[in-house]
């Protein structure tokens, strides 16, 4: 898979127009065209940072001439089923009063050995196909998380999933499925809040 295949199934993958990757990643849209057309095999080793930054990857991803690159911010555990049994487990749903009792439902072992909450997804705005209303988010309680990952933010009193990315001055852009980047910057980057980091799902199908 060359450079500019690897470069558009990262992209759909994270829900990105060529439009938003410019933005995020500070390359020039005619640039990112370039390389989705074919035209540009070799750039600079800066414009090949830049992109693997705002795709949630590395360079060596970009480059690499085996399997194509997958998305590892949320991910089912890929442990043997033999060390990864499947029974109901008992965590504390974020949101819910401190008085109800803590959710139960079926989720691999492995999954929630290092989360803190299960956040339950009620909107379909979470950016990761997979992901749907009914769901189960795993989250790991964690003050910030690396750029292109998925984090459970709060504004004000309203929690929102979204994929984070840092800009200069402590800034932050969160995307959200199907939806612009929202730019968090100033006074409005203290009214937000990353909460934790996605380290799984469960699925309700």
Known sequence: MDLGKRV?????????TTETLARLSGVPKGTINKILNGETQN????????????????PGDLCATEAPPRIREVREPD???????VYPYRVPVFGESAGSAPVSFP???DAVAFCDFAFLVREDTVPDSRVLPGDYLFVR??????????????????????????????????LKKDAAPVLYSGSRRAQVEILGQVIAFQSTL
């Open 43 to 58: 750039p600079t080793a800066r414009t090949l940072s830049q992109l693997a930054r705002a795709l949630g990857c590395t």
């Open 79 to 85: 442990l043997p089923p033999s060390l990864s049994p």
């Open 141 to 174: 309680r964690q003050e910030d998380v690396e750029d292109g990952q998925l984090a459970l933010l709060r504004q004000g009193d309203a929690p929102f999933v979204a994929r984070v990315f840092h800009l200069e001055n402590n800034a932050i852009l969160a």
């Open 8 to 16: 558009s199934l990262l992209k759909n993958q994270n829900h990105l």
């Open 107 to 109: 989720a691999p072992a």
